[in-house]
């Protein structure tokens, strides 16, 4: 079998001063590698409500509003990516009201947040009964979004605090990182219908541009 790994030695202290000697072992590749096929399923089997990891879970996963398909699985692997950037979970949450109200703060624009909404209305109207109690759904045909009822069913001042200090996508990422940025935005689409593949993903731009390796 061929070598996976290579070794690499630190040396490491404790807050105390103490050095020690550590072994870590290093990918050879650099490739991500699929390693955990436990949600697949086919089109036409059962699909749980429940899956993935709460932080990573898509909006519909979240709604229940349609069958979930692979169209999910972008919207995670754009969770893990913005989580590999920053060093912390990018939905920091345990609730899914604060889950969709952090996805709205996160890729809305002021003017959706100011009352026109950032979830397509027909994701919301499909939502589960008590799930649906949390948007502002309208009748009139011409508006097309829903809005979270925010803080109305916060459980409490720590839920509040913790919408009211997240950042948004376009503060986390640097400006010289514009392309990732653009990259995580395509990924992020909430409307799992205009959502990429896996394919149309790896063609985008992002993939074609050239990086110099910093120190």
């Known amino acids: 079998m061929p070598k ?3 070794e690499k030695e630190v040396d490491e202290y404790s807050d105390e001063g103490v050095g020690c000697r550590k072994t870590y072992y290093l990918p050879i590749f650099n490739e991500i590698r699929l390693i955990d096929l436990g949600g697949a399923t086919f089109n036409s089997d059962y699909h749980s409500s429940i899956i993935n990891t709460r932080q990573y879970r898509a909006p519909e996963v979240i709604l229940n509003c349609k069958q979930w398909d692979e169209k999910s699985d972008l919207w995670s692997v754009a969770c893990i990516l913005a989580e590999l950037y920053t060093g912390e979970l990018f939905f920091p949450t345990h609730h899914n009201y604060e889950h969709l109200v952090l996805m709205e703060k996160a890729f809305g624009t002021n003017m959706q947040l100011q009352g026109k909404g950032y979830f397509p209305k027909w994701m919301a109207v499909h939502a ?3 799930v649906k109690k949390w948007f502002q759904i309208t009748n ?3 508006v ?3 809005k979270c ?3 109305d069913y916060a459980e409490d001042d720590d839920m509040i605090e913790n919408v009211k200090e997240f950042k948004n996508l376009q ?3 640097l400006p010289e990182h514009q392309e990732f940025r653009e990259f995580l935005e395509y ?3 909430v409307d799992p ?4 593949t896996a394919e149309d993903a790896l063609n985008h731009e992002f993939f074609q541009s050239n990086f110099s390796e910093e120190a």
């Open 4 to 6: 996976q790994s290579r």
């Open 128 to 130: 589960d009964r008590e």
């Open 140 to 142: 009139d045909p011409q």
């Open 144 to 146: 097309k979004k829903a």
């Open 149 to 151: 009822l925010w803080p």
């Open 171 to 173: 503060s986390l990422i």
């Open 187 to 189: 990924l992020f689409q």
């Open 193 to 196: 219908d205009l959502r990429p």
